[in-house]
């Protein structure tokens, strides 16, 4: 069943790693010339410009962007959690339901398997690739910024890991959800509609210490990244809340996806 799993949701994942490392590959290609060209000066004066409350919501206010690695820490970042956090919720809300969209469900209920195995599959495969995609585009800027300039080694090490600690728990709660639903089409809305959702209340947190308080609904708080890049550590608490909620939502998809009706 694995085995079938990781076929079938291999093209999805080939296209949104592509698209993600293709984001960099861009980056570092260019960023030497707008440095060489001394247009990194009038950037910075460009970000002066700015309120301090959007520089902090995109971490400018404490790395400057003079480097790649520098957009890395600011934009490159935020457009990670972004990217990797849709593509999680995208997972958790259809890998159970294109079964039943496609009819193929019921192919899976004439083999001699459980509905707990044909589950049990789908979230490995989906871990799976979650993870494999954080490891190869923490392995992709590693080279990238090796070529371009000097970075913190650990605290790269340390902002690699953090999108684990968002796409995990976006990926249980859609698939909680899709056990309530027989349609993709339903599910794949709901699922851009968290993730974006979540992104805007992170940034909307940092922007005013009265609605400071929206960070404790979203679990792009969990990613802890402005932490690590003064800090250059990741807080325990956070990476507890993270598999505490991701295993929480898909033990209730267990206990929901047994008693669902799928005809």
């Not at 999680?88 to 509905?115: C, H, Q």
């Not at 913190?152 to 902002?159: A, E, G, I, N, T």
Request: hydrophobic residues 50%; contains cysteine; aromatic residues 14%.
């Amino acid at each position: 069943m694995l085995k079938r799993e990781l076929k079938v949701n291999l093209k999805s994942f080939i296209i949104w790693t592509s698209i993600l490392l293709g984001m960099f590959l861009i980056v570092y290609l260019m960023y030497p010339a707008i440095i060489n060209s001394g247009s990194i000066d009038a950037m910075d004066e460009m970000m002066n410009m700015f309120p301090d409350e959007m520089l902090k919501a995109f971490n400018m206010d404490i790395s400057s962007m003079d480097s790649a690695y520098g957009w890395l820490k600011t934009e490159g970042f935020v457009f990670v959690y972004l990217i990797v956090g849709v593509y999680a919720s995208i997972m958790g809300s259809n890998i159970l339901l294109k079964e039943e969209s496609e009819k193929t469900i019921e192919y899976l209920n004439s083999l001699p398997v459980k509905r707990r195995d044909i589950l049990k599959s789908k979230v490995i495969c989906s871990i799976i690739y979650i993870i494999l995609m954080i490891i190869l585009m923490g392995i992709f800027n590693y080279i990238g910024l090796e070529l371009s300039g000097d970075f913190d080694r650990l605290q790269f090490l340390l902002l690699s890991i953090t999108p684990l600690f968002i796409s995990l728990p976006l990926f249980g709660i859609n698939l909680f959800i899709s056990t309530f639903f027989k349609k993709t089409k339903k599910t794949f809305g709901i699922a851009l509609g968290i993730a974006f959702l979540s992104y805007f209340l992170q940034i909307l947190s940092e922007m005013s210490e009265e609605v400071e308080f929206l960070k404790y609904f979203t679990v792009y708080t969990l990613g802890d990244l402005r932490n690590v890049i003064v800090d250059i550590s990741i807080n325990p608490l956070f990476i507890l809340i993270s598999f505490i909620l991701t295993i929480l939502f898909i033990g209730l998809s267990f206990i929901k996806y047994e008693r669902k009706e799928l005809v």
